[in-house]
């Protein structure tokens, strides 16, 4: 099973800030099948970035997500005040796993 | 436009079963996969299976394996997770969230169902 862990648990930023979002595979992921996902209090996740680096429809062209293999990062280069809340990354083809979060606050 | 209606919050005591419901609307169930997500208090998602509605077969992650069934009715269009053996450590809000083609079609999620697992 792949294990997907995330870093740094809390990024403490300000808006306009950039924030760089790291999530380490515990074996190679196709980036075919590697997401990005936002997660707001009380809401469901929501998807940002799909197959490691495209947008999903409707996403700002602020969050860019990159890497290959085990190591992946999302960047939000300017953070505007919706932006604070939770971020997971994400495996997905037949099974999904999700890392256990980053927090920017 | 496609809905996904869980059924009402739960409260279950250690070692009993839980079944929640997953109603899909505005689209043929049978054409998509339907997942199940739980999220604890304060934890991330975490993946628990699939179904394929089309002929009822699942796939199981490997830690629920043992207590977890996915099943559906295509005449109501819904499907359904039951979860036994419950512990306080299942006490999670549970979705139900639609495959799709990423970049393609929108993602459709439940509103979530909590299950509170207490003595």
């Known amino acids: 099973e792949i294990v997907l862990t995330q870093s740094p648990g809390t990024l403490s930023l300000s808006p306009g800030e950039r924030a760089t979002l790291s999530c380490r595979a515990s074996q190679a992921v196709s980036s075919t099948y590697f997401a990005w996902y936002q997660q707001k209090p009380g809401q469901a996740p929501r998807l940002l970035i799909y197959g490691a680096s495209n947008r999903a429809p409707g996403i700002p062209d602020r969050f860019s997500g990159g890497g290959s293999g085990t190591d992946f990062t999302l960047t939000i280069s300017r953070l505007e005040p919706e932006d604070f809340a939770l971020y997971y990354c994400q495996q997905y083809g037949v099974s999904w796993t999700f890392g256990q979060g980053t927090k920017v606050e | 436009q496609v809905q996904l209606v869980q059924s009402g919050p739960e409260v279950k005591k250690p070692g009993a079963s839980v079944r929640i419901s997953c109603r899909a609307s505005?689209?043929?169930?049978?054409?998509?996969?339907m997942h199940w997500v739980r999220q604890a208090p304060g934890q991330g998602p975490e993946w628990m299976g699939r179904?394929?509605?089309?002929?009822?077969?699942?796939n199981y992650a490997q830690r629920f394996q043992d207590r977890i069934s996915l099943t559906r009715d295509t005449s109501t269009s819904t499907v359904y997770m039951e979860l036994s053996s419950l512990r306080s450590q299942d006490t999670a809000v549970y979705y139900c969230?639609?495959?799709?083609?990423?970049?393609?079609?929108?993602?459709?999620w439940g509103q979530g169902t909590l299950v509170t697992v207490s003595s």
């Open positions: 505005g689209y043929f169930l049978t054409r998509y996969f």
């Open positions: 969230t639609r495959e799709f083609l990423r970049g393609v079609e929108s993602e459709y």
């Open positions: 179904i394929n509605p089309h002929d009822g077969s699942a």
